[in-house]
């Protein structure tokens, strides 16, 4: 790739991005006969003949990095989310070129813009890509020293609540008339049947966890309780041996349920529980150490739900150790209907207090969320299912997905694939006939598998490793 295209690409991708659109083909442009896929974001787009395609992706996060023919600039199209339900892709756009004219500009002491050197050249709004719409905006940026002057084109799409598809195009003034077709051309054959599919599978996916969530009754939630009381599990790395001494340890876990009552979270003697600490659940407890690379995390969580499900309240604390050094942080949610209310606490930051919007059908209680896959194994449909959920680790509520499997090739073993999230990888957790976990099978190679007390304390004394 040309080295100057390639700086731009770098410049381009690390910078806000948005989504174009366009409709007629310009005359005397050539495209591809074949389209070029982004299967991570669920679309495709044909690109001008002899441009040069780069594509990344992680997870759900994925950049595709185009160099357009004869050097005429650089376009990338990518993802991008947001924490915001409401946010349109016309306030994406305002968000990019305030953004553009800030970091190019003067403000004044209230952050009013004084001046800058980026002018908008064109906006269009109400632009079409299949069932999608958009904007589009087209920005110049004045030569500096040796530096040509530049134009940026952004366009941004909204896939779906929080998620937008965005096209950045990036080219030099004097290239901007040739550039500029083939770039909205491209942004034309935009592609998203696919991401109709998802989402007509996602639709499918929730409307069967809410047939899960109708049989999971209290009575069906109770016989969980009283089948797993409580479990002991181990995480390790299988060693090629076969031997468990030749096992890499990594941590182990407890995991207790029973019914129960929301004042058990309080802390409070029973006799001071107020009427709404009385209000019967079931509770899920957790108590794990993990570790790596010289570092120890203790965990203790704590997940209650009511029967009905309309309420719950869920604490975590975290201890991290590294040598004599300890620092600890805490979660506590709580919520009632579709209203939750979460506060984090970390060493040395204010407690920072949230309130995470449910979206829609298919909530999933944190306790609830504990027992799903053993919930999933005894209700015994394959398919897919999808739930939203809050997540510890994006602070947020997210889509959490099981796929449900009983390969005919080992009859009675069933499998459930879960991911909390689309940026986590899926862990496969393996039942056999009679609905008792085998293992569970990390992305890593690591492995969670049940273990007798007695048996792990054992093994991890002959190892050295700390119990307390």
């Not at 690409?9 to 948005?18: G, K, N, Y």
């Given at each position: 790739?040309?080295?100057?295209?390639?700086?731009?690409?770098?410049?381009?991708?690390?910078?806000?991005?948005?989504?174009?659109?366009?409709?007629a083909q310009p005359a005397q442009i050539t495209f591809d006969s074949t389209p070029t896929r982004l299967d991570a974001l669920?679309?495709?787009?044909?690109?001008?003949?002899?441009?040069?395609?780069?594509?990344?992706?992680?997870?759900?996060?994925?950049?595709?990095?185009?160099?357009?023919?004869?050097?005429?600039?650089v376009m990338v199209i990518k993802g991008q989310s947001s924490t915001n339900d409401s946010l349109t892709s016309g306030q994406v756009v305002d968000s990019i070129i305030d953004q553009l004219r800030r970091s190019n500009g003067t403000e004044s002491f209230d952050g009013t813009i004084t001046s800058t050197s980026v002018t908008v050249i064109d906006r269009t709004r109400n632009l079409a890509a299949g069932t999608l719409r958009g904007e589009r905006v087209y920005l110049e940026f004045p030569a500096l020293r040796d530096k040509p002057a530049l134009v940026r084109g952004f366009t941004v799409f909204r896939v779906e609540p929080r998620k937008f598809v965005i096209f950045d195009l990036m080219t030099e003034l004097e290239h901007f008339a040739r550039a500029r077709p083939l770039y909205e051309t491209t942004v034309g054959t935009l592609d998203?049947?696919?991401?109709?599919?998802?989402?007509?599978?996602?639709?499918?996916?929730?409307?069967?966890?809410?047939?899960?969530?109708?049989?999971?009754?209290?009575?069906?939630?109770?016989?969980?309780?009283?089948?797993?009381?409580?479990?002991?599990?181990?995480?390790?790395?299988?060693?090629?041996?076969?031997d468990e001494m030749d096992d890499s340890e990594h941590g182990y876990r407890r995991i207790r349920v029973a019914p129960g009552m929301r004042g058990e979270l309080s802390g409070r003697p029973e006799g001071r529980w107020r009427p709404s600490d009385r209000v019967p659940?079931?509770?899920?407890?957790?108590?794990?150490?993990?570790?790596?690379?010289?570092?120890?995390?203790?965990?203790?969580?704590?997940?209650?739900?009511?029967?009905?499900?309309?309420?719950?309240?869920?604490?975590?604390?975290?201890?991290?150790?590294?040598?004599?050094?300890?620092?600890?942080?805490?979660?506590?949610?709580?919520?009632?209907?579709?209203?939750?209310?979460?506060?984090?606490?970390?060493?040395?930051?204010?407690?920072?207090?949230?309130?995470?919007?449910?979206?829609?059908?298919?909530?999933?209680?944190?306790?609830?969320?504990?027992?799903?896959?053993?919930?999933?194994?005894?209700?015994?449909?394959?398919?897919?299912?999808?739930?939203?959920?809050?997540?510890?680790?994006?602070?947020?509520?997210?889509?959490?997905?099981?796929?449900?499997?009983?390969?005919?090739?080992?009859?009675?073993?069933?499998?459930?694939?879960?991911?909390?999230?689309a940026d986590t990888p899926a862990a496969a957790h393996f039942y056999n006939a009679k609905g008792?976990?085998?293992?569970?099978?990390?992305?890593?190679?690591?492995?969670?598998?049940?273990?007798?007390?007695?048996?792990?304390?054992?093994?991890?004394?002959?190892?050295?490793?700390?119990l307390e």
């Open positions: 790739m040309h080295t100057r295209i390639l700086t731009l690409l770098v410049l381009l991708a690390a910078m806000t991005p948005a989504v174009i659109a366009a409709n669920g679309l495709s787009v044909i690109l001008p003949t002899g441009s040069q395609a780069e594509i990344s992706s992680f997870g759900s996060n994925a950049t595709m990095g185009v160099e357009l023919p004869q050097e005429l600039g998203v049947s696919t991401l109709d599919n998802q989402a007509q599978k996602r639709a499918r996916a929730i409307k069967n966890s809410q047939r899960v969530m109708g049989w999971l009754t209290p009575e069906r939630l109770r016989e969980l309780a009283e089948r797993y009381p409580e479990r002991w599990e181990r995480l390790h790395t299988p060693a090629a041996s076969g659940g079931f509770i899920v407890k957790l108590d794990a150490m993990a570790l790596d690379s010289g570092l120890r995390v203790d965990t203790r969580a704590v997940y209650f739900v009511s029967e009905d499900g309309q309420q719950e309240a869920w604490t975590v604390n975290m201890a991290l150790r590294q040598g004599e050094t300890s620092t600890e942080s805490s979660i506590a949610g709580a919520r009632s209907g579709t209203s939750m209310t979460v506060q984090l606490e970390q060493p040395g930051a204010t407690p920072q207090v949230t309130k995470p919007v449910i979206q829609g059908e298919g909530y999933l209680p944190q306790a609830i969320a504990q027992l799903m896959v053993p919930a999933l194994v005894r209700h015994g449909e394959p398919g897919s299912y999808a739930f939203y959920a809050y997540n510890t680790r994006t602070n947020s509520i997210t889509l959490r997905t099981d796929e449900v499997s009983m390969p005919e090739s080992s009859p009675g073993l069933t499998v459930v694939r879960s991911r909390p999230d008792d976990l085998i293992r569970t099978e990390l992305h890593n190679r690591r492995v969670w598998e049940p273990i007798q007390l007695d048996r792990l304390v054992r093994l991890w004394q002959r190892k050295g490793l700390p």
